[in-house]
Structures are given as structure tokens and as C-alpha cells.
């Protein structure tokens, strides 16, 4: 029996799918990368402030310096935007420096691209809060990417160690599944499969039959 319960965040820079999806109730965080960004064309610390007002969880946004010392520089700048921003620090040697600098200084991270339970183990050892296993990525390349969460997990819990894992590069409502039963702390969703995982032809063909056969039910 777990001791947690899996939580969905949206993974996506786009307010609009932010602002519907948390009005379902079913959110409690953001990620976002470099590449969901640029789609949005628009001032990142903007976005990143106002992704902080619409959900009332921890909002990834990610530094783009391969330094420590200028992941660090960006952090404490995106960490000024609001409390609940969590810096996304790429999974390279200068990233586990930083991760251990700035959770020091209470500033959150999650380590991305993260391909092995390596990666992910060393990350906790810096003292990761989340780490992000991209699972379609690996199963893109071959490999079984739900196997490394649930490695990962294994390791984590086995250990006790408090470093959430996520699991991300989700694409489709399988995975999320999948995610569950590995006992991942957290999916990250594009909005798309958070449509895909409402959505059941049985409920809609239900649901018609059940507005039909009401017509036929006398109303007074
Ligand atoms: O935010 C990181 C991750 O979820 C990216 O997913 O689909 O670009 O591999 P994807």
C-alpha cells in the first residue's frame, strides 16, 4: 500500500491549456522546457508568472547556461518570480553542482533529461527534489522507458530517499497508467493525453443514450 498518491501535472507553457485543466481539479503542478517555450512566442518570465497565479503547485522552468555558476545565476533569478517555481537543471556533471548549491539554499530543483537510474541516483545524492525520467524518449530509442521510473522508484524507496520521481516525455494515456502502477510520484501530461484520459467512446455513446431515452421519460 503507498504512503503517496500519484499526482498529474500539466507539461506545457500554454496558459489557455493551463487555465481548462486546472479548472477540472485533477492538477497540481506545471513543467516546462525550452521547446514548450519558444512554441509560445512569448517573454519566459511572463509565462512563468503566470502559470504561478493560474496553479497553486510547483511550476518547473528550466535554465539554459551549461555552467553551474550560470545555472545558478538563472535560477535565483526565475526563483524570484514566486515560491512555488522549481528549477529545472539539465542531468550534466555542472547541473548535479548546482542542484546541491541551490537545494542549500532552499531554491527547489528537478534534474531533466534523465535517461538511467544512474542518472536519477545521483541526482538524489545532490539532493534533487524531482527528477525527471523522459520515458518516451527512451521507448523512441529501443528502450523501455517505464522500466527505468520503476527502477528509479525501487532504488528511491528502497533507500528512503525524498526526491520525487516524475515521470515525463509522456505520450499517451497508457503511460500514465503505466506510470501509476511503477509508483511514480508524479505524470507530467501534455494537454492532449489529459484529454485522451477523459475521454471513453462507451461514456459518450452512454451518455447519448441516456439524454435520448430521458426525451422519452413523461415529465409531469
Ligand atoms: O518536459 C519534458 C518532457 O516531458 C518532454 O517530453 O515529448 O518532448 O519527449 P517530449
Not at 24 to 39: C, D, H, R
Not at 110 to 137: E, H, K, Y
Amino acid at each position: 500500500m503507498g504512503v503517496f498518491k500519484i499526482k498529474l501535472f500539466l507539461d506545457t507553457a500554454n496558459v489557455d491549456e493551463i487555465r481548462e485543466a486546472a479548472s477540472l481539479g485533477v492538477i497540481s503542478g506545471v513543467t516546462t522546457n525550452p521547446s514548450l517555450i519558444a512554441k509560445e512566442g512569448r517573454n519566459f518570465t511572463d509565462v512563468v508568472k503566470e502559470i504561478t497565479s493560474i496553479v497553486d503547485g510547483p511550476v518547473s522552468a528550466e535554465v539554459i547556461s551549461t555552467d553551474a555558476e550560470g545555472m545558478i545565476k538563472e535560477a535565483e533569478e526565475l526563483a524570484q518570480i514566486h515560491p512555488n517555481v522549481v528549477i529545472k537543471i539539465p542531468m550534466i556533471g555542472e547541473g548535479l553542482k548546482a542542484v546541491k548549491v541551490l537545494e542549500e539554499k532552499g531554491v527547489r530543483t528537478n534534474v531533466t533529461l534523465v535517461f538511467s537510474a544512474n542518472q536519477a541516483l545521483l541526482a538524489a545524492l545532490a539532493g534533487a527534489s524531482f527528477v525527471s525520467p523522459f520515458v518516451g524518449r527512451l521507448d523512441d530509442a529501443g528502450h523501455d522507458g517505464m522500466q527505468v521510473v520503476a527502477d528509479i522508484v525501487d532504488i528511491f524507496d528502497f533507500y528512503g530517499y525524498e526526491t520525487e520521481v516524475i515521470a515525463a516525455s509522456i505520450r499517451h494515456p497508457l503511460h500514465c497508467i503505466q506510470a501509476a502502477q511503477a509508483g511514480a510520484h508524479i505524470a507530467t501530461v501534455p494537454y492532449k493525453v489529459l484529454q485522451k484520459m477523459i475521454k471513453h467512446p462507451f461514456t459518450d455513446v452512454g451518455l447519448q443514450r441516456f439524454l435520448d431515452d430521458w426525451k422519452k421519460v413523461k415529465q409531469s
